[in-house]
Nanobody
């Protein structure tokens, strides 16, 4: 059974940092792009960041550029999202996703496996 399990969410003050992890099991995703999305209450899920299979290419949503960094460790079948300078508007459930292809896309349709999400709450 394929699973993506996010961890590392929590409550943090504005300006703080968090590091999310997404551990995959059931199969290797070393040849697949990986992505992070988020969904705030009352809003649609939005693209946050994505990384190619090798880690050589990364993409970010405009609202997180310069503050978030996506990375991966294929030996551990794990992808990370380092978040700095967090803002209250970053509050959301963060989802990890595995892509169909080696190169990432920004649309949800490009991802076929999803985690259950981890809550990130940024207080002002």
């Amino acid at each position: 059974q394929v699973q993506l399990v996010e961890s590392g969410g929590g409550l943090v003050q504005a300006g703080g940092s968090l590091r999310l992890s997404c551990a995959a099991s059931g199969r290797t995703f070393s040849r697949n792009a990986m992505g992070w999305f988020r969904q705030a209450p009352g809003k649609e899920r939005e693209f946050v960041a994505a990384i190619s299979w090798s880690g050589g290419s990364t993409y970010y949503g405009d609202s997180v550029k310069g503050r978030f960094t996506i990375s991966r460790d294929n030996r551990k079948n794990t992808v990370y999202l380092q978040m700095h300078s967090l803002k209250p508007e970053d509050t959301a459930v963060y989802y990890c996703a595995a892509g169909y292809e080696p190169m990432p896309t920004v649309g949800e349709a490009g991802y076929n496996y999803w985690g259950q999400g981890t809550q990130v709450t940024v207080s002002s």
